[in-house]
């Protein structure tokens, strides 16, 4: 039972580069989010996934794009990553009416 | 505007004790749910919640929902120091139509369980 599975665990940009992060879930839900957790702000929406082809933004978006081409994938991008977007990120599906699944998390320094 | 304030924000207990920690919210919440982190993880799911007053236990974890479902809390018994880590409180609010989609989450309780 792998669940939710994030790549990498681990990144350290340099201000200005670009990456994506890859979340894959087993689970065949069709709903997934993408989070950031700061110390002392929680957890906070980026962009979340109702199905397949489709996308929504959270509460923070800016500086993200996120893709939903397979509904077992929901890729989160930076374009031009900035030292603001140092964080921990949690990808997460669900069913509705259920709990949600997170991921490990991906731990982004950005310098 | 945090829709669900979680408190105590830290709690330094030792084992053996017993502890409660709160979830409070201005809103309604159609369901309300309970996570625990722990360090380097994701939030686990602990328990969910739906109907007003409701009380549920797991083994030495006892969750409650308000009758107004405006808050809830989370009482253990007995703690142990595999209980540390940081539990979060999230809900869907009531008649949020597209918002069901999403939880709100509360910025959660650190809880450390001293030997």
């Known amino acids: 039972n792998a669940g939710v599975t994030q790549t990498p665990k681990f990144r350290v940009l340099k201000t200005g580069q670009s990456m994506t992060l890859l979340c894959a879930q087993d689970m065949n839900h069709e709903y997934m989010y993408w989070y950031r957790q700061d110390p002392g702000m929680g957890l906070r929406l980026i962009h979340y996934?109702?199905?397949?082809?489709?996308?929504a933004k959270g509460e923070v978006p800016d500086g993200y794009n996120v893709s939903r081409l397979k509904k077992q994938n929901f890729l989160l991008g930076l374009e031009s990553a900035a030292p603001s977007q140092t964080s921990v990120y949690f990808c997460?599906?669900?069913?509705?009416?259920?709990?949600?699944?997170f991921g490990s998390g991906t731990r982004l320094t950005v310098v | 505007t945090q829709l669900l304030e979680q408190s105590p924000q830290f709690l330094s207990i030792q084992e053996g004790e017993n502890l409660t920690v709160y979830c409070n919210s201005s809103?309604?919440?159609?369901?309300l749910q309970w996570y625990r982190q722990e360090p380097g993880e994701g939030p686990v799911l602990l328990v969910t919640?739906?109907?007003?007053?409701e009380v549920k236990k797991l083994k030495r974890l006892t969750f409650q929902f308000g009758d107004a479902r405006k808050d809830s809390s989370l009482h253990i018994t007995a703690a142990q120091t595999g209980d540390t880590g940081l539990y979060l409180c999230a809900g869907v609010i009531r008649g949020s139509g597209g918002s069901n989609y999403k939880l709100t989450f509360g910025k959660g309780t650190l809880l450390t369980v001293n030997p």
């Open positions: 919640v739906v109907t007003g007053g």
């Open positions: 809103s309604v919440f159609s369901s």
């Open positions: 997460a599906s669900r069913e509705l009416a259920r709990g949600y699944t």
């Open positions: 996934s109702v199905g397949e082809g489709t996308t």
